[in-house]
T-cell receptor, first 111, second 113 residues
Framework: QQPVQSPQAVILREGEDAVINCSSS?????VHWYRQKHGEAPVFLMI?????EQKGHDKISASFNEKKQQSSLYLTASQLSYSGTYFC????????????FGGGTRLMVKP | DGGITQSPKYLFRKEGQNVTLSCEQN?????MYWYRQDPGQGLRLIYYSQIVNDFQKGDIAEGYSVSREKKESFPLTVTSAQKNPTAFYLC????????????FGPGTRLTVT
């Protein structure tokens, strides 16, 4: 079952902040965040691991609540380049390398 | 430069024809994946392979086939049995182990008429 992302879409002005949420009904081992520009491949942003370890982008932060099986991606002081669709990919403990992706959150940053 | 290549970028086929999409990586990754993306939708896993000569079905494997004869290559064949083959197809690879991030190729947009 795929994770649920919210909101489905958000429009910001440059400099504003946004939070994108990702919820799963399964116990999670890790959460991966990607950004995809229209017609392009998704680009890795951040990975959050069970136990609190994080790897990823300098200007983007995220949290992972293991008990609630939820993750949030925090975009602060948004720039025009942040526009795109954000996907979370979740990995359960018994899924090996496989990720299950959410439906995506479309973010548009306007001048 | 290390990376993943997919070819061609755009592909047009007639209904009833099989078509093979290429995916090559020089990142020395053990695991490779194929995803399908429909307009405005997320990524759905078709097949994945964690090691040469071994692969497993993902969520939507019906109408697709793969092979993994070399570590670097993971071609996907869209067969005539796939009822709605028109989509954006993305290949990805990762290190072994549950913490490896996936790196994606540029994708192939397949249109079947």
């Amino acid at each position: 079952q795929q994770p649920v992302q919210s909101p489905q879409a958000v429009i910001l002005r440059e400099g504003e902040d946004a939070v994108i949420n990702c919820s799963s009904s399964k116990a999670l081992y890790s959460v991966h965040w990607y950004r995809q520009k229209h017609g392009e491949a998704p680009v890795f942003l951040m990975i959050l691991l069970k136990g609190g370890e994080q790897k990823g982008h300098d200007k983007i932060s995220a949290s992972f609540n293991e008990k609630k099986q939820q993750s949030s991606l925090y975009l602060t002081a948004s720039q025009l380049s942040y526009s795109g669709t954000y996907f979370c990919g979740t990995r359960s403990g018994n899924a090996g390398n496989m990720l299950t992706f959410g439906g995506g959150t479309r973010l548009m940053v306007k001048p | 430069d290390g990376g993943i290549t997919q070819s061609p970028k755009y592909l047009f086929r007639k209904e009833g024809q099989n078509v093979t999409l290429s995916c090559e990586q020089n990142l020395n990754h053990d695991a490779m994946y194929w995803y399908r993306q429909d307009p405005g939708q997320g990524l759905r896993l078709i097949y994945y392979s964690q090691i040469v000569n071994d692969f497993q079905k993902g969520d939507i494997a019906e109408g697709y086939s793969v092979s993994r004869e070399k570590k670097e290559s993971f071609p996907l064949t869209v067969t005539s049995a796939q009822k709605n083959p028109t989509a954006f197809y993305l290949c990805a690879s990762s290190r072994s182990g549950a913490t490896g991030e996936q790196y994606f190729g540029p994708g192939t947009r397949l249109t079947v008429t």
